[in-house]
């Protein structure tokens, strides 16, 4: 099942965000967003669509500190 951008991020649970933002603030994670690293965080089976919705919006332009900013929110 392929999930877009939005749904990959909403569907991780509050504590997986708050890591996944610290990881990205403090640079443990960042661009190119690899499913291994991300795994360690948010689980085998959400790692590929997060690493795709992470590079999605990398590539339209949104930094590492704004990532991790709005994903906190």
Known sequence: MKLRDGEALAQLRENDLRSLAGAIRTG???FPYSVSSLSRIVGSQ???PVAAALQSL???GCGSDALA????M
């Open 28 to 30: 443990r994670i960042c």
């Open 46 to 48: 959400m790692a590929g």
């Open 69 to 72: 900013f709005c994903i906190e």
């Open 58 to 60: 990398t590539n339209q």
